[in-house]
């Protein structure tokens, strides 16, 4: 078995007891190990031994290798980043959660060992979580327009609203008068758009949902559409300078940009670890059900 290893940030020495722990568990099991370049970096500035590894730093370099599958190291913002590197590959992402909350780094930390033995004999469905595409009349998100979790556009220069006009198959729905707009997947309904009123969504659910930020109408609620339809969107404020983004990544666009949003042409493959199951996760990370008065 091939694994990818791919993280960013090392915090402190109990994340890389964590990490070291996962790296011999894995070698001791005859694992052979592929490593995100700037990730084995980060080990060294810790002293981690880390000759003999084999590492890659680009989409191009990492097909010259059969992964069979990619562990992530942090949280939810660390998958948001290895897709720009996996792409269309493929190859499934199990995330080991180094961080808080989790919903898409869902296994914790405390069973790194008993995680890799689920992966190691096949304990596991892989799921396929679904991408927005983005399209626009200028260059944006050239490298890589796809997002996971969701696609963002907001005000910038000033504490003015803005005014989004958004389409819905090239036919007016609303224009939002707001400090912005979240299109996101049904697995970014755990996101950005769940902490402005959006509601969570399953992942096979095939939809987007349209979340405005800080709308003016107190009239104007979070929608539900099927990912089959195209949004358009398109922005004027007081300046002419906006801020959008597509999942972590950010850039500057104009009142001059024309923007659509479809489903992704692929999706993102996850490993799920039996016993484990979208609903106990948001159960457990929302603590539903649990009763903080005992």
């Known amino acids: ?32 190990l592929v490593f995100y370049r700037p990730y084995l970096k980060e080990l060294q500035k810790y002293n981690f031994e880390i000759t003999g590894f084999v590492s890659v730093d680009t989409h191009r370099e990492l097909k010259d290798y059969q992964i069979d599958a990619a562990i992530t190291l942090g949280g ?25 909350l989790g919903f898409l780094a869902s296994v914790e930390k ?7 033995d689920m992966l190691i004999q096949k304990e596991y469905t892989v799921v396929t979580r679904s991408l927005l595409s983005l399209k626009c009349n200028m260059p944006l998100f050239e490298s ?12 910038r220069d000033t504490s003015s609203m803005i005014t989004i006009h958004t389409y819905i198959d090239d036919v007016l729905l609303n224009s939002y008068w707001a400090d ?9 309904s755990t996101g950005y758009s769940l902490s402005c009123g959006g509601p969570i969504v399953f992942p096979d659910s095939q939809n987007f949902v349209i979340t405005p930020v800080a709308p003016h109408n107190l009239n104007v609620r979070p929608i539900v559409i099927s990912d089959a339809h195209k949004i358009s969107l398109e922005v004027e404020g007081r300046t002419d300078s906006f801020m959008c983004t597509l999942d972590s990544r950010y850039e500057t666009i104009t009142s001059a940009h024309s923007i659509e949003i479809r489903k992704g042409s692929f999706g993102i493959n996850f490993i799920q670890l039996q016993d484990h199951s979208f609903m106990k996760t948001i159960s457990e990370k929302l603590l539903w059900g649990l009763d903080k008065r005992n």
């Open 110 to 116: 405390t069973i790194i060992k008993s995680a890799l």
């Open 144 to 155: 890589f327009p796809f997002a996971l979790n969701d696609f963002t556009l907001n005000k």
């Open 180 to 188: 912005g707009i979240i299109v996101s997947t049904p697995t970014g």
């Open 1 to 32: 078995m091939n694994l990818l290893i791919y993280g960013h940030k090392i915090n402190d020495q109990e994340e890389l007891m964590y990490v070291a722990s996962l790296i011999h568990y894995a070698q001791d099991a005859g694992i052979s």
């Open 76 to 100: 939810d913002g660390t998958i948001l980043k290895i897709i720009t590197l996996i792409k269309d590959t493929k190859i499934p992402i199990l995330g080991i959660n180094l961080g808080r």
